[in-house]
């Protein structure tokens, strides 16, 4: 029963939110948010109906740059008529023509990309490695830093943007194997089903990044066997 309330009490806070009812909400903090990543489970991630809508709500609230990502690429699929339509719509709402600084930037990315970028950076590091030991004359255990991955990833053109805010739509309350390097300093926000979406949620989720502390770190999942020792910079 005391769920069923607290659900109840934030269905109506979103509402409220939604409707402009609650002033703080009118005007959100952007200047914070230079990237923000949809996560979707990819048995969702054929929903293009509601993707649309999450879309034209981001839009609509001026965020510029989105990363939309699913493990198994279905997003990534779908790439061509979601940027088609993004055009035609943003053309529509838009009586002006758009710059390209104006224009909503979308990023698709899948879990194949990620296991691409570290199977490229192992490689980059490698041989970097038993080149420096080579020159030394002697061996040494591999000691990197975060700067030394993320100058790696950079290196072999797999870096990319860390988005300030992720937000997560899927029964799961995981990233889903969104690349760990691409979000060491990111607030992580569980929304839910996609099914479920709601406008005063995304809101919320966006006013509330200006109000927490970024947390700081790096998780990599490596094939068993292999070890790096991370030292802070």
């Keep these: 029963m005391v769920h069923f309330g607290a659900y109840l009490f934030q269905l109506l806070h979103y509402f409220l939110i939604s409707s402009g009812m609650l002033k703080k909400y009118r005007v959100l903090p952007l200047h914070k948010l230079q990237y923000l990543a949809i996560v979707l489970d990819s048995g969702e991630a054929a929903d293009t109906f509601s993707i649309r809508n999450l879309l034209r709500w981001l839009s609509s609230i001026g965020v510029k740059n989105v990363i939309l990502y699913d493990m198994e690429g279905v997003l990534k699929r779908s790439e061509s008529s979601l940027r088609r339509w993004l055009d ?87 990233h889903l194997g969104f690349p760990a390097w691409r979000m060491r300093y990111t607030e992580i926000v569980h929304m839910g089903p996609l099914k479920s979406m709601n406008y005063g949620a995304v809101i919320k989720a966006i006013y509330d990044l200006s109000k927490k502390q970024q947390n700081h770190g790096m998780l990599l999942n490596l094939p068993p066997g292999v070890s790096i020792i991370i030292l802070p910079t």
């Design 88 to 174: 035609l719509t943003l053309t529509f709402y838009d009586s002006s023509p758009l710059s390209n600084q104006d224009k909503m930037s979308l990023e698709f990315l899948s879990y194949s990309d990620g296991k691409e970028a570290i199977a490229k950076a192992a490689s980059f590091l490698c041989s970097k490695y038993l080149e420096d030991n080579n020159l030394m004359g002697e061996t040494r255990e591999p000691v990197l830093s975060e700067s030394d991955i993320a100058e790696a990833l950079r290196i072999v053109g797999c870096s990319g943007p860390e988005p300030e805010l992720l937000l997560v739509f899927s029964p799961i309350r995981c």
